[in-house]
């Protein structure tokens, strides 16, 4: 491969899953086009996310626009524009999205077979400084779209057939895996296009990164109060390990993934089951990270064995490195 045929012989993110699509004699192009649409989504709000420092200067969100409307706050926007993609996809039935309490099952007329599964702008605490934040979602089909239930989405995150985020950060980078590894894509702001950049991730099997709140030791159970001092003062003559936290999951997962080590937001005695969402951080995070060779764990169980009971669920998480989590892993079977 020359530069050349680099730079001439684009791998858009839409060829990709084209490719990867026509291995399977079935498929009629729908994932292709409810893929378009969320790549629409992330491309929407990557340019929303760039403006807002300049929000004061040019009236975006929470000020007050030329008509007197009040402006719409960047994470309600981003919320409305994923909403809209994937409606007008015409390949969707039911959407639980962190801004709305209830699922919204997509009207007769426009179903499709997909339930998609969304944050649309999660790390919200960093939206006002400037770093970095993503959208993340989880993609499962349905057998029957004629009465879509609510319960309908309530499924282990094995059962997911695509997972993916969005981060906007120093460049708009979309990890996706659709079941058969993981890749990334940088967006190529002059083409408007996602072009392939990180072929087929791999996590490293044992990392030198540990990512955790810090500020909520003080409620720790045993295990995750052992785990963090072990990395800090290892047992086995090895070198302590670095902590980085952003407190964007997305951020904290891409580096995560790239660079190998454990991201973690355990339960705590204030709160049992940690902060994060099953369906739509929990489970993509999840799926991506054993797509890339990890594991992901919660606690008590592999997280993507884990049935939700409700839409809004939380669970403690452990994902990153194989080695990495098998030593938390053996910690919590330790104290049984
Ligand atoms: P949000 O959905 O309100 O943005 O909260 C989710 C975020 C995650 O991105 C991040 O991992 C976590 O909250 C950080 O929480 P904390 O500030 O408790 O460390
Ligand atoms: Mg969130």
Known sequence: HSADALR????????????????????????TILL????????????AVNKAGLAKLIGLAGETNVQGEEQKKLDVLSNEVFIKALVSSG??????????????IVEPSKRGKYCVVFDPLDGSSNIDCGV?????????TLADVHEPTVEDVLLPGKKMVAAGYCMYG?????????????NGFTLDPSLGEFILTHPDIKIPKKGKI????????????GPT????????????????????????????????????????????????NGKLRVLYEVFPMSFLLEQAGGQSFTGKERALDLVPTKLHERSPIFLGSYDDVEEIKALYAAEG
Not at 23 to 31: A, V, Y
Not at 36 to 47: A, N, Q, R, Y
Not at 210 to 221: M, Q
Request: aromatic letters at 10%.
């Open 132 to 140: 970095s934040i993503g959208t993340i979602f989880g993609i499962y």
């Open 225 to 272: 109060a052992a785990y963090v001092e072990k990395c800090k003062f290892p047992e086995d003559g090895s070198s302590p390990k670095s902590l980085r936290y952003i407190g964007s999951m997305v951020a904290d997962v891409h580096r995560t993934l790239l660079y190998g080590g454990i991201f973690l937001y355990p339960g705590d005695k204030k709160n049992p």
């Open 210 to 221: 540990y990512s955790v709140n810090e500020g909520n030791a003080k409620n720790w159970d």
């Open 36 to 47: 378009s649409h969320i790549v629409l989504g992330c491309k929407f709000v990557c340019t």
């Open 91 to 104: 390949r969707t039935c039911i959407l639980v999205s962190e801004e709305d309490e209830d699922a919204i």
């Open 8 to 31: 001439t012989d684009l791998m858009t993110i839409t060829r990709f899953v084209l490719n990867e699509q026509s291995k399977h004699p079935e498929s009629r192009g729908d994932f």
């Open 170 to 182: 120093s460049s708009c980078t979309l990890v996706l895996s659709t079941g058969a590894g993981v």
